[in-house]
């Protein structure tokens, strides 16, 4: 294994922040009337997000970008661009649309619960409150988990998957809303089957975990990952922000030490720049490309930490996030603003190797979610951010 210390990347400091973020929210600006009432893609394709309808589990990422630059700016034509396309969400929760899987929390939080949170949209409380329903409508009793893909009664399907600890935090605001247990009382049955299977002894995560039709666990594959028992990237920065997340809402000290080792091991595979490969079987020196989306995943993570840590931890989780965010800043932003362009290159989507079960796309790309969470790591470092999440 390579250690990162010979090249010291220094961390972010504040005025670097906000100019960073400026430059994020000036892209932004430049992409509104190119996606406007629209979605951008998952990822982009040469560089560029081609336009899409609002059907992707991507497509709550786009809003998320709108409204941290209406939060740095107070610029009515961000709100006026991002409560559009809340009245987009909200007609995709009632009527249904490709809403049939788990990802209500990528999808409502950074669009319909900002909404709410910023603006007090009833429209996207509704809005959110119903995808939180759809949410719980995919838990399955027999196992305790809220099952990813696919038809509940397909057993093939019975499985869920590390991505998942981000739909979460959706639940425990709508339980918060309502007044309901039962949103809160799921979250917490399927992340305590989460813990149990699919972080592995040394911290490392399996992507997707297969449950048999009796409730059993079956074992732990990949989709997205390299190989069923190598490293998802992605799947290990879910599992880092994923568990503080629901440790922000519930303070189970089981969770905050998911945290600590999910971190942990995430940092024994980190390449010199702190911006890991796709896959962290692969280390520095590797060929293959980066998912600097992992990165800004687990900055936000590190970030949500110091608001519970202490001393010499609280410390060392900030030092991390603001040189991961510097090593984002200053070597993996494009060099020039253009329309339909991100905001932090070389993010990998889905990459296919000789075992895995994933379509191939969005391979050394910007992606959707890379660019927000990049945005919410700065915000995070800029003030006293209240979440979307
Ligand atoms: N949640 C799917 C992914 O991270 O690609």
């Not at 809402?249 to 905050?256: A, I, R, V």
């Not at 000789?354 to 992606?367: I, M």
Request: negative net charge; glycine residues 8%; aromatic residues 12%.
């Amino acid at each position: 294994m390579e250690h990162m210390d010979s090249v010291k990347i220094q961390p972010i400091e504040a005025k670097e922040v906000r100019a960073a973020l400026e430059q994020a929210a000036t892209q932004t600006e430049m992409n509104l009337p190119v996606y406007d009432g629209h979605c951008q893609n998952h990822s982009s394709v040469n560089g560029v997000y081609p336009v899409c309808e609002n059907t992707q589990w991507t497509c709550g990422f786009w809003p998320g970008e709108i409204w941290l630059s209406y939060e740095l700016t107070g610029e009515e034509k961000f709100k006026t661009a991002a409560l559009k396309l809340t009245d987009s969400f909200a007609e995709r929760i009632e009527k249904k649309i490709e809403v049939d899987h788990h990802d209500m929390g990528f999808l409502y939080s950074p669009s319909c619960v900002a909404a709410y949170k910023l603006t007090g949209s009833e429209t996207g409380k509704k809005a959110a409150i119903l995808a939180a329903d759809q949410l719980i409508s995919r838990f399955q009793k027999k196992g305790s988990f809220i099952q990813a893909w696919g038809a509940m009664d397909d057993p093939s399907c019975y499985r869920y998957i590390i991505d998942c600890l981000l739909n979460l935090p959706l639940l425990y605001w709508a339980g918060e809303v309502t007044g309901k247990a039962e949103y809160a009382d799921i979250a917490h049955q399927h992340i305590t089957t989460c813990l149990k299977n699919s972080f592995r002894p040394d911290g490392s995560t399996y992507h997707t975990f297969y449950m048999n039709p009796d409730g059993t666990p079956s074992h732990g594959a990949t989709c997205q990952g390299y190989r069923d028992d190598s490293f998802w990237a992605r799947g290990q920065a879910w599992g880092v922000y994923g568990s503080i997340l629901s440790y922000r809402y519930t303070k189970n000290p089981e969770y905050l030490d998911t945290f600590r080792k999910a971190l942990a091991f995430y940092q024994t595979r980190l390449p010199q720049d702190l911006v890991p490969y796709w896959d962290m079987i692969f280390t520095q020196g590797s060929d293959e490309p980066r998912d600097s989306s992992s990165a800004a995943i687990v900055a936000c993570g590190l970030l949500e930490a110091v608001r519970y840590l202490e001393g010499e931890e609280q410390k060392s989780c900030m030092e991390l996030a603001r040189r991961m965010v510097g090593s984002l800043v200053r070597s993996y932003t494009p060099a020039s603003l253009s329309k339909g362009a991100g905001q932090i290159l070389h993010g990998t989507y889905s990459k296919k190797s000789p075992y895995n079960t994933c379509t191939p796309e969005g391979v050394d790309e910007y992606t959707s979610w890379g660019d927000y969470f990049y945005m919410e790591a700065l915000t995070r470092l800029d003030r006293d951010w209240e979440l979307y999440w």
